[in-house]
């Protein structure tokens, strides 16, 4: 059986690993991401980012929300996409309406793709 302290440390290594995004050096992805949100194209499609409506997580007071691993990889090819902050339905804990924009060909290619690194049917 293993103990509190072990479950501890071990959620606290998956998410600091899962939500690390800046190391010493910038990782490409987080480059690609800025620059396509500073000029509205995303830089690898060469396609303008599109705006969505959708809903914020909404308990940001008392925690916070990151990649899955599957998402967290799959994210850094294709960075212009939803990310877990965020949803596009409405829920108890999503429920700050927001907008965002996103590449379609990088939130087409990511859904696609993440369905192969996750298990299926949990
Ligand atoms: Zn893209």
Known sequence: MLRASTLLY?????????????GPREAPYVRVARDSERTGICSIHRVPLVRR????YS?????????DEAGGAVSQKYPNVLDPSYSPTRSRDYH????????PVCQRLFDREVKTWRPQNI
Not at 53 to 56: A, L, N, Q
Not at 59 to 67: A, I, L, R, S, Y
């Open 96 to 103: 700050d309406p927001a907008v965002v924009r996103i590449c």
């Open 53 to 56: 409506s959708v809903y914020k």
């Open 59 to 67: 308990h940001f007071d008392t925690g916070t929300v990151c990649w």
């Open 10 to 22: 071990t959620a606290a290594i998956v998410l600091l690993s899962s939500c690390a995004m800046h």
